[in-house]
């Protein structure tokens, strides 16, 4: 299994550009989500998804668009980038999230190295 | 404002030493908290989950211990190895934010020959 895969590892944008980082994860989890990391802070939720077809706002959702057509797949859309939006990018997936006292661990991507400029 | 603060912020030591990162929280209630490992470049690879009900949970030369009463956790390596060179994270799930993870900066951790 290759588990969490994201492309592409690095990219420059010019301010205003857009562009989708890709994510995709063989281990047939429901759930899905995007993470950034910024420098010497912890990682920030953008979107996530509980399954095909149903995505939700994290809590850094804006400038950010996700979509979840397969089980597989679940890209991340930048839209008229911005110089706030340079930042590492992580895909992360699990087993269902269960909402209680266990919970099943998150399997990270590589990451996607963001500049915009 | 759920917070959780991980001291110290970077740490040295000599390849055989044992350390012992700690992991603050003001998360309330919460239903586990968890430890990563982050290697320069990659993503986060889990280490260890507890439920608040569990005081010590291991894996391998790593051992987590978890006070809920005093909010705090640590995360103590022993006979450190070069590849245990790394950040690592302390992860704290707020019940009441629709379960939301609440994510520590990490420790830098630095393992010398």
């Known amino acids: ?91 992360a997936s699990s087993r269902d999230d269960g909402q209680g006292l266990i919970s099943y661990e998150q399997y990270f991507g590589p990451g996607t190295r963001l500049t915009v400029t | 404002k759920n917070q959780v603060e991980q001291s110290p912020q970077s740490l040295i030591i000599l390849e055989g030493k044992n350390c012992t990162l700690q992991c603050n929280y003001t998360v309330s209630p919460f239903s586990n908290l968890r430890w990563y490992k982050q290697d320069t470049g990659r993503g986060p690879v889990s280490l260890t989950i507890m439920t608040f009900s569990e005081n010590t949970k291991s894996n391998g030369r790593y051992t987590a211990t978890l006070d809920a009463d005093t909010k705090q956790s640590s995360l103590h390596i022993t006979a450190s190895q070069l590849s245990d060179s790394a950040s690592y994270i302390c992860v704290v799930r707020d019940m009441d934010s629709n379960y939301q993870l609440i994510w520590g900066a990490g420790t830098k951790l630095i393992i010398k020959p």
């Open chain 1, 1 to 91: 299994n290759a588990g969490v895969t994201q492309t592409p590892k690095f990219r420059i944008l010019k301010i205003g550009q857009s562009m989708t980082l890709q994510c995709t994860q063989d281990m047939n989890h429901n759930y899905m989500y995007w993470y950034r990391q910024d420098p010497g802070m912890g990682l920030k939720l953008i979107y996530y998804s509980v399954g095909a077809g149903i995505t939700d706002k994290g809590e850094v959702p804006n400038g950010y668009n996700v979509s979840r057509s397969t089980t597989e797949d679940f890209p991340l859309r930048l839209e008229l980038a911005a110089p706030s939006q340079t930042s590492v990018y992580f895909c």
